[in-house]
């Protein structure tokens, strides 16, 4: 069975992107650490099962990472998928899931890794930002990379025009990258990702145009 867990702490833009996608999965469950998150009500409208583990019922991390592992064990999912999860995840829980915990990220790693992409981009004036789908790893936003998208940066852009135009980037990428690995055509090898029957196009996206 090809089961599919989405973490969510918010509302989970791209969670829902994921469950309009229409991907070859025969379950998905939704999990939040935030039992107020708006992005819960979003998945039940969707028919989807959630569950929520409240992090601040845990005395620790690891105490909550090994609470949360449980209930993901229970969905034998074959990925684990984070959507806006704000939660640093502990070593164990991360070995754990190893090559089946996944990951979208608002920069182009390894550039601008943590908080705060857009607006450090805009302070470092680069003239190129995007997203990053990856695989996690013990080093924070440094896994294996599977899909990029990168969009201009223009000369009149602010963080929320900057981070919207993103957002949409990531909408774009991330049930692709999914579907690839429900598919079986993720190879993964130390720190490199090669999709099986793909060109570059499919695996590094570019969007030159002005926003509509």
């Not at 089961?3 to 309009?20: A, T, Y």
């Not at 819960?40 to 019922?57: F, N, P, Q, S, W």
């Not at 998208?149 to 991330?174: F, G, S, W």
């Amino acid at each position: 069975m090809k089961s599919l867990v989405i973490l969510i702490s918010g509302r989970g833009s791209n969670m829902q992107v994921l469950l309009e996608a229409g991907l070859q999965v025969d379950r998905i469950t939704v999990i939040s650490n935030n039992p107020h998150a708006s992005g819960l009500e979003i998945a039940r409208k969707y028919g989807v099962e959630t569950m929520v583990i409240d992090h601040r019922a845990y005395p620790d991390r690891q105490t909550f990472d090994m609470a949360l592992a449980e209930r993901i064990d229970a969905c034998q999912p074959k990925l684990i998928a984070l959507a806006g999860f704000m939660r640093i995840l502990s070593d164990h829980f991360v070995q754990r899931y190893q090559g089946r915990l996944m990951n979208i990220h608002p920069s182009l790693l390894p550039a601008f890794p943590g908080l705060d992409t857009h607006a450090r981009a805009l302070q470092e004036g680069i003239k190129i930002h995007g997203c990053t789908v990856h695989f996690v790893t013990l080093q924070l936003d440094h896994g294996p990379i599977v899909i990029q998208a990168a969009i201009p940066v223009l000369p009149y852009d602010t963080e929320k025009t900057l981070a919207a135009r993103v957002l949409h980037q990531e909408h774009c990428i991330y049930p692709q990258a999914i579907r690839w690995f429900m598919e079986d055509r993720i190879k993964l090898s130390e720190n490199r990702v090669e999709v099986i029957n793909s060109n570059v196009h499919e695996i590094a996206l570019y969007s030159p145009g002005l926003p509509e």
